[in-house]
């Protein structure tokens, strides 16, 4: 399985951004998928999850109330919607697909990662 994620750029503090994750077949359209981040210099991160189906999400509390998790239907699919982005969100953000059909905070979770996409955000 392999995941591609897109949709990372540079974009100014307060703007938006919206990373999609796909998989190359449809073992996660019954897997759970997250977005997880790193920061230079900084430890990968928990960014927020979403279920097989869409109908339990996570959120870290830093991206509370600013990034919305969705998926696309049959398609195993993710997205991140990122809102009022700040310069502490700049980091490569990978997508993964969780061994169950639950999205997890743990990163150990999750059994196939992206390679990532830079997210940059300007002061």
């Known amino acids: 399985v392999q995941l591609q994620a897109s949709g990372g750029g540079l974009v100014q503090a307060g703007g938006s951004l919206r990373l999609s994750c796909v998989a190359s077949?449809?073992?996660?359209?019954?897997?759970?998928m997250g977005w997880f981040r790193q920061a230079p210099g900084k430890e990968r991160e928990f960014v927020s999850a979403?279920?097989?189906?869409?109908?339990?999400?996570l959120y870290a509390d830093f991206v509370k109330g600013r990034f919305t998790i969705s998926r696309g239907g049959a398609e195993s699919m993710v997205y991140l919607q990122m809102n009022n982005l700040k310069p502490e969100d700049t980091a490569v953000y990978y997508c993964?697909?969780?061994?169950?059909?639950?999205?997890?905070?743990?990163?150990?979770?999750?059994?196939?990662w992206g390679h990532g996409t830079l997210v940059t955000v300007s002061s």
């Open positions: 993964a697909v969780a061994r169950g059909n639950l999205g997890s905070r743990d990163a150990s979770m999750y059994r196939y």
């Open positions: 077949r449809r073992t996660g359209s019954n897997n759970g």
């Open positions: 979403i279920s097989w189906n869409g109908g339990s999400t």
